[in-house]
């Protein structure tokens, strides 16, 4: 069977977007000075960007039998994305607190998976042949590690190039690791994971050879304005991130980098090229407000390449 496109287990949330030149303390009430809401929840951002990107993308979650659900479904029909995600009668749609520091554009995420984190190795089961179809299957820690970790287990086993996204820091069971074909950490996760203070590149790489010695095939380790260091498989290969225009928003960057590094990989991109494309799509979404809806179209990614 010829594989195909990308495959991605994740949570969907609706993003409540506050921007602000400060958060509340405890007890405060501080006026701010935006309000948006948006289709968020790291999976579900990795999905779209990887759709816009021009792959095929299957996701598999659960939402709330409510209105967040139902405008999750429509926005995935609108974007092309096959959806194994069925509609919980019992758990509402998750919804993220994203607070975002006005100028800076830096932000701070609080995330209720709600019927997201419902989901069961009963639901990988059953979107299995989605799973095995695809080139490439990813999954993060939003949905129960447990979870995540059989998922990745069944692509790895059926053949499917494996990408673990490690968001947010969790405990998992890191046997995992070894079925990783890629594990892609920001700074705080590769230093909640292999216990390296990753603060810059040089830093970066020893946390990365810790998780190529647990198994994984290569490290890909995002440092947000430092770029990424890809190492692995006797590689090792600092990725400069790309200055488009001004921040505005840095929240989902990283779902930006992940979903178009994975559309690449299917795509057949050495995992070099797929970095820098997933650099470029991070690059450009920063300069736009929101999550999902900051991700570029193909065409931006190709002309950003190509300068
Ligand atoms: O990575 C950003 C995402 O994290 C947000 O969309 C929020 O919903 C949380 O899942």
Not at 156 to 177: E, H
Not at 233 to 262: E, Q
Request: charged fraction near 15%; proline fraction near 4%.
């Amino acid at each position: 069977m010829t594989k195909e496109g990308v495959s991605i287990l994740g949570i969907y949330a609706a993003d409540l977007q506050f921007t602000a030149k400060r958060q509340p303390a405890m007890g405060e009430t501080v006026l701010g000075k935006k309000f948006a809401l948006g289709p968020g929840g790291k999976g579900s951002n990795q999905a779209v960007a990887a759709a816009r990107a021009g792959a095929k993308v299957s996701f598999i979650s659960r939402v709330g039998l409510d209105s967040f659900g139902d405008q999750a479904l429509a926005m995935w029909r609108a974007e092309g994305i096959i959806t194994h995600v069925p509609q919980d009668e019992k758990h509402a749609t998750g919804a993220a607190y994203i607070f975002i520091e006005q100028g800076s554009g830096n932000n701070a995420v609080l995330v209720v998976p709600g019927a997201s984190g419902q989901v069961s190795t009963a639901d990988v089961d059953g979107a299995m042949d989605a799973i095995a179809g695809s080139a490439v299957f990813m999954t993060q820690l939003e949905t129960p590690a447990a979870v995540s970790a059989y998922a990745l287990r069944k692509a790895k086993g059926a053949g499917v190039i494996t990408i673990f996204n490690p968001a947010p820091a969790a405990a998992f069971d890191t046997s995992v690791l070894a079925v990783c074909d890629y594990c892609t950490p920001n700074e705080s996760e590769a230093t909640a994971l292999t216990g390296v203070a990753v603060k810059d590149v040089a830093s970066a790489r020893k946390a990365a050879e810790a998780l190529v010695a647990r198994g994984v095939g290569m490290a890909l380790i995002t440092l947000g304005s430092q770029g990424a260091l890809l190492h692995g498989r006797g590689l090792s290969v600092h990725v400069p991130v790309f200055k488009v225009g001004k921040v505005v928003d840095t929240t989902g960057a990283g779902d930006a980098f992940n979903g178009c590094f994975a559309a690449a990989l299917s795509k057949g991109s050495t995992p070099e090229e797929a970095a820098r494309f997933g650099a470029a799509t991070a690059g450009l979404s920063v300069t736009r407000h929101g999550t999902a809806p900051s991700m570029p179209q193909l065409a931006e990614i190709e002309a950003l390449l190509k300068l």
